[in-house]
């Protein structure tokens, strides 16, 4: 298993400040270049370029990791299909021990990142503090890798330290639950759990993007749905179903109003599955992402599928069965998860 936790930089004087993002320019360069060598080449797999390609004065080291990040980058832009050569527009840098040594509790600053091995003599020893999640992941057994990322941006600069641990053995005894996540209630379970609403997204939909107010809002949106995750109910449970919402917001400009399409796009669905992916992997649960077919209109109870059925918050079919519409899709998810889509076919 991994983890990240994110520590600042900016306690740092300011000319330290100024040399790191120096740095970073540099190797942002850098990368572009071996980008624009890779694909030239056509090289989209094996090992990274040669460094001696590109004339920069940073160390062969630092090249080498540029190169080998460039050749990541190219290697997505395949992945992902897409044509056109990728432009890397980000301070970032993905760095292994080499470059870095992390030294704890030597003084009033519990965190001092040694930075070395980057050019020109240049060596680097930046304070900064832990936090409670970085705490809590040390408490909890977690050891430090060696690998980190440098960032920087106009809030200043960051490390990703990253953590690692072995996985437990996934559970054999417990029950099934299922959720359905959704955007005016965040999760519904199918034994019954309702957590969260749409407040924090219409929040978002009222700041103007780009503002310091929108931006907070955001962070609001990331903590609430920390938070939101962390609060299901998890005891006894071996298996978590969850709809594969892959692109469900792909094309929706234009089918729905301009309104809620707005805040629409503040539904940071992928967010919560990931959330909730580590959360299962942390506690040895199953996390099982299955189709999306019909769970919306189909009735938990008698498999019929109605579009009509569903009626806002409220499902309500004509064999009887009248209950909450996400708790209902959340019985379907439940449904399909354990016995597949062949379990599930409309009764005629």
């Known amino acids: ?25 540099e190797y942002q360069k850098v990368v572009n270049l071996f980008i624009d060598i890779l694909w030239e080449q056509k090289q989209f797999s094996g090992n990274f370029v040669k460094d001696t390609l590109v004339d920069s004065w940073l160390s062969a080291r630092m090249k080498q990791a540029a190169a080998k990040q460039a050749l990541s980058i190219v290697k997505s832009q395949r992945k992902k299909k897409k044509k056109h050569k990728p432009i890397f527009n980000r301070l970032v840098m993905e760095l292994d021990s080499r470059f870095i040594d992390i030294n ?19 060596k680097l020893n930046l304070p ?10 040390l408490k909890n057994g977690w050891a430090i890798k060696k690998s980190i990322r440098i960032r920087v941006s106009e809030n200043g600069c960051f490390a990703d330290i990253f953590f690692k641990k072995d996985a437990p053995a996934l559970k ?19 034994d019954g759990e309702y957590i969260g609403d749409s407040s924090v997204y219409e929040k978002i939909a009222r700041k103007k993007q780009g503002s310091k107010a929108f931006k907070r809002a955001l962070i609001e949106r990331n903590e609430f749905i ?24 792909y094309k929706s400009k234009g089918k729905i109003c301009k309104k809620f399409n707005n805040k629409l796009q503040r539904w940071a669905y992928r967010d919560v599955l990931g959330k909730l992916a580590m959360l299962c992997e942390e506690a040895g649960i199953l996390f099982k992402k299955i189709p999306c077919q019909y769970t919306s209109q189909r ?13 806002g918050e409220i499902y309500k079919c004509a064999c009887g069965n ?26 005629s």
């Open 1 to 25: 298993m991994i983890r990240k936790s994110t520590i600042n930089l900016n306690f740092a004087n300011n000319g330290k400040l100024e040399k790191i993002k120096e740095i970073a320019k």
């Open 104 to 122: 704890q509790d030597i003084n009033s600053f519990d965190i001092w990142i040694r930075f070395s091995s980057i050019g020109n003599k240049i």
């Open 128 to 137: 900064s503090r832990k936090h409670s999640h970085f705490n809590r992941l």
């Open 172 to 190: 054999t005894q417990g029950n099934q639950k299922a959720i359905d996540i959704g955007y005016k209630k965040l999760i519904v379970s199918s």
């Open 226 to 249: 920390n938070k939101s995750c962390k609060t299901l109910n998890l005891d006894n449970v071996k298996e978590l179903f969850v709809e594969d919402l892959k692109n469900v917001k």
């Open 299 to 311: 009735c938990s109870s008698c498999g019929n599928i109605c579009k009509s059925n569903r009626k």
């Open 322 to 347: 009248i209950m909450d519409a996400d708790k209902n899709a959340a019985l379907n998810i439940l449904h399909i998860g354990a016995y597949g889509l062949d379990a599930l076919q409309p009764i």
